[in-house]
């Protein structure tokens, strides 16, 4: 099974790793704690100490417009913060 990663880099997850060496992923809802650590130990190259994950809700949303009202929602998603080995780090501008 693929599954999908994309890191999150917000002023809150920049913080969280320069504190903690902890690193924020957007994730595939059905990925696994296992899948997770594999897939970034094989695209990062780092050794994967801990892993936890969180789903985050679908939230409502509306807006006014000419016509109206409009409704929706937001799709849920998994988010997953990885805690890697002492003296590793991930650089996710190398390839820019």
Known sequence: MEISIKPILT???TKLTEKLNVYTFA???D???GQIRNVIE???GVKVVRVNTAVMRAKNKSRWTKSGLLRGKTAQWK???VSVAD???IDFFSNI
Request: hydrophobic share 35%; glycine share 6%; no cysteine.
């Open 27 to 29: 994730v595939s809802p």
């Open 79 to 81: 988010k997953a913060i």
């Open 11 to 13: 002023e809150k997850a």
């Open 31 to 33: 990925a696994t704690k």
């Open 87 to 89: 003296g590793q780090t």
């Open 42 to 44: 094989n695209l990062y």
